[in-house]
């Protein structure tokens, strides 16, 4: 069974950067495309950015596009986001999703598997 553990959320201040990894168990890592969404407070889960199982497609929300940079270690099982000059509307519960898909999927119903999630919160 595949489980995901997100972590690296927290508190910083608009401009600032975090990164946040996680890390797939259960199942062979470079068998799925990963990807993390968003949920913001009071608003419904949104993409933010996918890699397939090499990493050599990748995709973004547009807000994101720039900014934050998603990237695999496959021999760590583990995804990374990269996120730079982090903004408030940037305040979410982030979560990690897998896939068995080939390709890049940017829907929630395309994901088996979610992490539990962790938060952002960017202050102004």
């Known amino acids: 069974q595949v489980q995901l553990e997100e972590s690296g959320g927290g508190l910083v201040q608009a401009g600032g950067s975090l990164r946040l990894s996680c890390t797939l168990s259960?199942?062979?890592?470079?068998?799925?495309?990963m990807a993390w969404f968003r949920q913001p407070p009071g608003k419904e889960r949104e993409f933010v950015a996918a890699l397939d199982r090499d990493g050599g497609s990748t995709q973004y929300a547009d807000s994101v596009k720039g900014r934050f940079t998603i990237s695999r270690d496959n021999a760590k099982n583990t995804v990374y986001l990269e996120m730079n000059v982090l903004k408030p509307e940037d305040t979410a519960v982030y979560y990690c999703a897998a896939t068995r898909d080939l390709n890049v999927q940017t829907l929630t119903h395309e994901y088996e598997y979610w992490g539990q999630g962790t938060q952002v919160t960017v202050s102004s």
């Open positions: 259960g199942r062979t890592f470079w068998l799925y495309t």
